[in-house]
């Protein structure tokens, strides 16, 4: 195998690590816009925080309150955690706030039974926050500090389980 096929086999990773990534951020977003924010529904996090505040001032200002209330978290990923993961959550917020303000242009709530509302909504929010996470990013500052704490402590699955 030459160096040329490695190098064309990494570029072709990094494209489809960032269109998977573009997916799940746009996903994200649909979900907020479309599902949770029309029906007063909140998610948790930053994007939680983000939801509220956007509630409180009555203002579309979601993108807005997102980026500034993750900015520390992009911050300690930068020191903490390695650079290809800073990037690619970088990548992932900024898709996710554009998604948001195109959407905020071209869509309408999905209105139903808050159940539906729930499901339908929470599952494109995970499938979209599922695919950030496997291509080496993440959305919500708050996964920033759970990798964090990790790393220190050295948590295990079987410690989690008896600490519940």
Known sequence: MGVGSISSRSKKQLFLSYFWTAVGAFLAALSIKIFLLP???IDGGIIGISMILTQLTAKPLFPVYFIILTLPFIYLSYKFIRRTFFVQMIVAVLLFSISLVILN???SPFESD???VIVIGGA???IGAGLIIRNGG???GTEILAIIINRKKGF????V???I
């Open 114 to 116: 808050p159940l539906e």
């Open 124 to 126: 494109i929010l995970g």
């Open 105 to 107: 242009r071209f869509s």
């Open 161 to 163: 389980v008896l600490f």
């Open 138 to 140: 993440c959305l919500d």
């Open 156 to 159: 295990t699955v079987g410690q």
């Open 39 to 41: 029906n007063n529904l």
